[in-house]
């Protein structure tokens, strides 16, 4: 059974960092894609950033120069650094991982890590 694992989660002050981490195991295959999404109080889910196995990148606007989203392959892991946070940055932050393995298509989520940014 595939589980995603996140943490790094917490509560800073604007203008700081943190640096979320995502463990993925028990999946039999290496994911296509991994992906960070955040949801805020009264919002939907959004996409952050989005990361290929061949290591592209994709941000969301609001997050462009500040955050970055990087893998390690052998470790099953992929990353979120977040830098000069501010108050819309504040939200649960998920993990979502997808791929195809025997022509099946899969997607795992974590159970999210709480983020909040006070100003």
């Known amino acids: 059974q595939v589980q995603l694992a996140e943490s790094g989660g917490g509560l800073v002050q604007a203008g700081e960092s943190l640096r979320l981490s995502c463990v993925s195991s028990?999946?039999?295959?290496?994911?296509?894609?991994m992906s960070w999404h955040r949801q805020a109080p009264g919002k939907q889910r959004e996409l952050v950033a989005w990361?290929?196995?061949?290591?592209?990148?994709m941000y969301v606007d609001s997050v462009k120069g500040r955050f970055t989203i990087s893998r390690d392959n052998p470790k099953n892991t992929v990353y979120l650094q977040m830098n000069s946070l501010n108050s819309e940055d504040t939200g649960v932050y998920y993990c979502?991982?997808?791929?195809?393995?025997?022509?099946?298509?899969?997607?795992?989520w974590g159970q999210g890590t709480q983020v909040t940014v006070s100003s």
């Open positions: 979502n991982a997808a791929g195809t393995y025997a022509r099946r298509q899969y997607e795992y």
């Open positions: 028990g999946s039999r295959f290496s994911f296509d894609t």
């Open positions: 990361i290929s196995n061949g290591a592209n990148a």
